[in-house]
């Protein structure tokens, strides 16, 4: 049998002649895409870093058409294809494990607003322009992440939630219509699936098939402002966080952050380093209320920006995006972070810090029900981050380890499906595993009351 590389070479060549794309073996292109944002997490630095594990080749499509016409070339000579947007996933799960082809989908670009509101993109357009596209024609795309710039298919493969994550829940609720989608069974189609048959494509990776397009669904536009608030103590913090969902209209974003995490957000002004940071994306009539609450709890209105693209730099420091930019500033010291949730950050954090020996800070999202947290310490070992998961379980918060590359939603159907339309388990070689070897458990369980 010829080895991946000599089999990839074969399926170039064949995707050359076809002309399905442009095909690129150079060195320093293929390292920058075998790698994504694992660098985020120090498990992961050790177990994948840049340069472990690279594909053989980088194909680059610019038509939908020619993505089966790719698959169809590695289904026939044996070549695993590890898809990519752009590439900031940060549990690993766009390294090519085994090689073969990196199916690079950033040239998939088309937007088009359909007639009932829903917008339908090629995998590789950014949100960012998706957005504004939206926005153009008097609608709001439901939700998208802190890294807008990330591809639509890279959010729906393997993304989650984000800003309108209030209202619209997650990735997996409503938030998707319909996906097109290359199987890697050799039959060189594309095909489309609406509703619940789309789930299989959620959040799983591309394990079950290639995103070629996908339908979003869309509100009509909203007015909405950036607030900026903050407090004295972490009480009068969470009296106001928790209040926000009975609002008339949801806010799109509430992100709150202790002092420690404060000083090293890139707000348009500065954040007083030793209060704890309320930001709020807020539908415009809701401003003054959410300001009054704030003031009621003893808290200070820092500003109130009723401008949209205030709204994007507030919504690039939510999610994960604050420890980034703390990792970014100490990089002398190593952090983690666990992506955690439940009413007991309202109640009693301290039950939660004690989980890795007080020494924590917390960054906080609102979520439908309860908050969404990133928990972040000071890294030591693996071993130390793992053990803590059952002690979240303790003290009632959902937990899920952002330090492994495994699909950890819908497996069992992922796997049904891949069965179908990836036979041969070419598709992102190494994510999908009916028992992953560490700890993997989505059990945030805080989006939907
Ligand atoms: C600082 C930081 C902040 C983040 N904030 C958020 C956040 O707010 N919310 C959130 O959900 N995530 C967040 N993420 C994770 C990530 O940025 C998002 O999920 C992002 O939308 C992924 O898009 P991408 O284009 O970069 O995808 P990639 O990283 O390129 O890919 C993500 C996964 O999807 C697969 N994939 C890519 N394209 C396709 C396709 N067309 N078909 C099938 N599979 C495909 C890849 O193989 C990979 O497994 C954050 C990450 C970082 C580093």
Redesign the pocket.
């Known amino acids: 049998m010829p080895s991946v590389a000599e089999r990839t070479a074969l399926a170039a060549a064949e995707i050359t002649r076809l002309g399905a794309g442009a095909v690129s073996t150079e060195p320093a292109l293929v390292a920058k895409v075998s790698s994504?944002?694992s660098r985020?997490s120090p498990v992961l630095q050790e177990k994948v870093p840049p340069g472990r594990y690279l594909a053989d080749v980088v194909v680059r499509p610019t038509e939908p058409g020619q993505v089966p016409v790719i698959l169809k070339a590695a289904f026939d000579h044996d070549v695993p294809v590890?898809?990519?947007?752009?590439?900031?996933?940060?549990y690993g799960?766009?390294t090519p494990f085994d090689g073969g082809i990196l199916l690079d989908?950033r040239d998939l670009r088309s937007i088009t607003v359909n007639a009932g509101g829903t917008i339908t993109a090629g995998?590789g357009a950014p949100l960012t322009e998706i957005d504004k596209v939206a926005r153009a024609a008097g609608r709001d795309i439901w939700i998208f992440?802190?890294?807008k710039g990330?591809?639509v298919?890279?959010?729906v493969?393997?993304?989650?939630?984000?800003t309108g994550t209030i209202e619209h829940g997650t990735?997996s609720d409503g938030f998707v219509v319909s996906v097109t989608v290359a199987p890697m069974d050799g039959s060189g189609r594309l095909i489309t699936h609406r509703g619940a048959d789309a789930t299989p494509?959620i959040h799983t990776?591309?394990v079950t098939?290639?995103?070629?397009d996908v339908e979003i669904r869309t509100d009509p536009a909203r007015e909405w402002s950036a607030l900026y608030a903050d407090f004295a103590t972490y009480a009068e913090l969470v009296a106001v966080h928790r209040t926000l969902l009975d609002l008339p209209v949801l806010p799109r974003l509430a992100s709150a952050d202790e002092p420690a995490l404060v000083p090293t957000l890139p707000a348009p002004m500065e954040l007083d380093p030793t209060r704890f940071s309320l930001r709020v994306i807020a539908e415009s009539s809701t401003s003054e209320e959410i300001l009054s609450r704030v003031r009621a709890e003893n808290g200070r209105v820092v500003a109130d920006l009723p401008d949209y693209a205030e709204t994007d730099t507030l919504s690039g420091m939510?999610?994960?995006?604050p420890?980034?930019f703390l990792q970014q500033a100490h990089p002398e010291r190593s952090w983690f972070h666990m992506e955690t949730g439940g009413t007991v950050y309202w109640d009693d954090p301290d039950a939660v810090r004690a989980i890795y020996d007080g020494q924590v800070d917390l960054h906080l999202e609102l979520m439908g029900s309860a908050p969404l947290a990133m928990v972040v310490a000071q890294y030591e070992s693996e071993e130390k981050v793992l053990a803590g998961m059952p002690r979240f379980d303790a003290v009632g918060a959902g937990v899920h380890s952002p330090h492994q590359w495994y699909v950890d939603r819908n497996v069992g159907l992922a796997i049904a499906t891949a069965k179908v339309t990836d036979p041969k388990g070419l598709l992102?070689p190494g994510?999908l595993v009916a028992s992953p070897p560490v700890d993997t458990r989505l059990t945030i369980g805080v989006l939907r009351p």
């Open positions: 994504d944002w985020m590890t898809p990519r947007g752009a590439g900031t996933g940060n799960q766009a989908l995998a992440p802190s890294t990330s591809t298919g890279g959010f493969g393997g993304g989650s939630a984000g990735t494509y990776y591309g098939g290639i995103l070629v939510s999610y994960n995006h420890v980034y992102n994510k």
